[in-house]
T-cell receptor
Framework: DTAVSQTPKYLVTQMGNDKSIKCEQN?????MYWYKQDSKKFLKIMFS???????INETVPNRFSPKSPDKAHLNLHINSLELGDSAVYFC???????????FGPGTRLLVL | AQSVTQPDIHITVSEGASLELRCNYS??????LFWYVQSPGQGLQLLLKYFSGDTLVQGIKGFEAEFKRSQSSFNLRKPSVHWSDAAEYFCAEAKTSYDKVIFGPGTSLSVIP
């Protein structure tokens, strides 16, 4: 009965590779988010989708491309991975009309 | 630009002692305010939130927070800390319920047995 799930939990890869992180929520929420948490624990929003439509796009390199096939899923594809992309990536969702975001367990990405 | 500050990077308290974690927000009007907790290796869990009404808000796990407009603060308190409260605590604000949430840098809490 996991609410917001992410796969994989850990991802170790080489510089220059392309990788994807998947997020699914079974809460029936309309809005989903991607956050990046750096090594100093600083948490910053990257993207937000509402009913498969992009509504927030912070200053994130073009190498990052979110995709929402349906409102229960928000995937993050990263091209040409760089060392600085190493971080924990959190997915979150929020119900329509609600203000609370529900977070997934995070995906720990390490770029070597 | 919106910002949230948490002046204490790290706090250590003894088990059973009281706790106060400080948070200051920047949004001029009444923002939506949140406290989240992140246990090691885990995602974030909402402790409590405020957007209107009584300025003293009760949350889960025995936490409470007080909104003080005059000080632009939303400090988190707990009267008696348990060892399981050791975690990272994040204060956050949003202008509206659907706006992006801005997180503070976090305060790491250690609890001494």
């Amino acid at each position: 009965d996991t609410a917001v799930s992410q796969t994989p939990k850990y991802l170790v890869t080489q510089m220059g590779n392309d990788k994807s992180i998947k997020c699914e929520q079974n809460l029936g929420h309309d809005t989903m988010y991607w956050y990046k948490q750096d090594s100093k624990k600083f948490l910053k929003i990257m993207f937000s989708y509402n009913n498969k439509e992009l509504i927030i796009n912070e200053t994130v390199p073009n190498r990052f491309s979110p995709k929402s096939p349906d409102k229960a899923h928000l995937n993050l594809h990263i091209n040409s991975l760089e060392l600085g992309d190493s971080a924990v990536y959190f997915c979150a969702s929020r119900p329509s009309g609600g203000e609370t975001q529900y977070f997934g367990p995070g995906t720990r990405l390490l770029v070597l | 630009a919106q910002s949230v500050t948490q002046p204490d990077i790290h706090i250590t308290v003894s088990e059973g002692a009281s706790l106060e974690l400080r948070c200051n927000y920047s949004y001029g009007a009444t923002p939506y305010l949140f406290w989240y907790v992140q246990s090691p290796g885990q995602g974030l869990q909402l402790l409590l939130k405020y957007f209107s009404g009584d300025t003293l808000v009760q949350g889960i796990k025995g936490f409470e927070a007080e909104f003080k407009r005059s000080q632009s603060s939303f400090n988190l308190r707990k009267p008696s800390v348990h060892w399981s409260d050791a975690a990272e605590y994040f204060c956050a604000e949003a202008k509206t319920s659907y706006d992006k949430v801005i997180f503070g840098p976090g305060t790491s809490l250690s609890v001494i047995p």
